[in-house]
């Protein structure tokens, strides 16, 4: 799989060759790639020290939506390493996240 | 008050401002391009200030209203879409904001090499979402028949062999759909550069009749679509007592990632 790679050109959009409009994606998806996916920026505690009412409303952010969240079983907050409550916050230690060579599971 | 902040929403190779022009933000503000060298954020200026809605309390207050978040959330995930339709983007996580375009910039600087591989990594990708269902288990129909009067003799018997038949039908539902899972995954695996389950997603927030065995998240060449689309029809076919379903193309949210230098 790696010639496919090789083959795409650096500045190819994935949209470039797909006819297909964007589709409406259900809301469960949606929450669980923007709640728990995409970029963590790792040293946000790091920097946030120096910024504390932003490193404050993103952890309000993910406490405030723990009620809801439950009541949709959704949990992702445990595993997050900000409200898990062990330490300093450093995402490094996370491989949830390392995801794109290893093939989980 | 209000004060600005700036909402971040992907890190991308620089973007027209003609593709910016047609989305709009969390906030319904219009979105624009931080650059640093090879690299943008494309961000929105939202309200952080004690009166806005990104400001703290009300941000609290909000994120436990459903529907304000599912707003938001679709809206990120709207301006993500429609930057990675056009350039190579990866994606932020729902909420990251700045205090003004210079701490953009800064972040930019601080993890270039690090959004600079993340974005080599999805470039000519695109992530797909297949999800496996249990079969509806057809065992006898407890719940169909009413319970035997009481006193009826034998029934009380029979009614409970059927309880327990249903149980048991129920069990083998979800075990075949554990099996299924983990042949689906392995097929599109290859299929993929890469791939990852994710959390079965609950049935109360799918709303399906039965439980999903597999929530599976693929990164797939945008060349290969046609053959990985193809691939799930082959399960689907080979598969026709659980429901599969299919979605896709999007961001690669659940394929990047910025390791702390």
Redesign the interface.
């Known amino acids: 799989?790696t010639d496919?790679?090789e083959?795409?050109?650096?500045?190819?959009?994935?949209?470039?060759?797909?006819a297909?409009p964007?589709?409406p994606?259900?809301?469960?998806?949606?929450?669980?790639?923007?709640?728990?996916?995409?970029?963590?920026?790792?040293?946000d505690i790091r920097?946030n020290l120096l910024?504390i009412?932003?490193l404050?409303?993103?952890i309000?952010?993910l406490?405030?939506?723990v009620?809801?969240a439950q009541?949709?079983?959704?949990?992702?907050w445990r595993r997050d390493p900000m409200l898990s409550g062990d330490g300093d916050g450093?995402?490094?230690g996370n491989d949830e996240?390392?995801?794109?060579?290893s093939?989980?599971? | 008050m209000s004060e600005s902040?700036c909402y971040l929403y992907a890190?991308a190779?620089p973007v027209d401002d003609g593709v910016l022009g047609g989305l709009r933000g969390v906030a319904g503000e219009p979105v624009r391009a931080v650059r640093h060298r090879d690299l943008v954020a494309v961000v929105g200026t939202v309200d952080?200030g004690a009166t806005g809605a990104?400001g703290?309390e009300a941000?609290?207050?909000n994120?436990?209203d459903?529907g304000w978040?599912?707003h938001a959330?679709?809206a990120?995930?709207?301006v993500?879409?429609?930057v990675?339709?056009?350039?190579?983007?990866?994606?932020?996580?729902?909420?990251?904001?700045?205090?003004d375009d210079d701490?953009v910039r800064d972040?930019l600087e601080?993890?270039h090499d690090?959004?600079r591989r993340?974005l080599?990594?999805?470039?000519?990708?695109?992530e797909w979402?297949v999800k496996v269902f249990a079969p509806s288990s057809r065992g006898p129909g407890v719940d169909a028949e009413p319970a035997p009067a009481a006193g009826t003799p034998g029934s009380g018997a029979a009614y409970l062999i059927r309880r327990k038949a249903a149980a048991t039908a129920r069990d083998d539902a979800l075990a075949r759909a554990t099996e299924v899972a983990e042949d689906v995954?392995a097929e599109l695996?290859a299929h993929?550069?890469?791939?990852?389950?994710?959390?079965g997603?609950?049935?109360?927030?799918?709303g399906g009749a039965t439980p999903m065995s597999l929530n599976g998240a693929y990164?797939v060449?945008?060349?290969?679509?046609g053959g990985f689309e193809a691939a799930v029809e082959a399960l689907r076919a080979r598969y026709t007592d659980c429901r599969i379903e299919v979605?896709g193309?999007?961001?690669?949210?659940?394929?990047?990632?910025?390791?702390?230098s």
């Open positions: 799989m496919a790679r083959r795409a050109p650096l500045t190819r959009p994935y949209g470039s060759s797909l297909a964007p589709q994606a259900n809301l469960a998806d949606i929450l669980e790639r923007v709640l728990d996916k995409g970029i963590v920026i790792a040293g920097v910024d009412e932003l404050t409303i993103k309000r952010l406490v405030a939506s009620d809801k009541e949709m079983g959704i949990d992702w450093n995402a490094n996240r390392k995801a794109v060579e093939k989980d599971e | 902040g890190i190779a952080v990104f703290e941000l609290a207050r994120l436990n459903l978040l599912e959330a679709r990120h995930h709207a993500v879409d429609g990675a339709r056009a350039v190579p983007a990866a994606p932020l996580r729902l909420a990251t904001i700045c205090a701490g972040r601080r993890w690090g959004f993340a080599d990594e999805v470039t000519g990708r695109a979402s995954h695996a993929a550069v890469g791939a990852r389950r994710l959390a997603q609950d049935q109360r927030l799918t990164l060449p945008i060349d290969d679509s979605a193309p999007w961001p690669a949210y659940s394929f990047v990632t910025v390791e702390q």
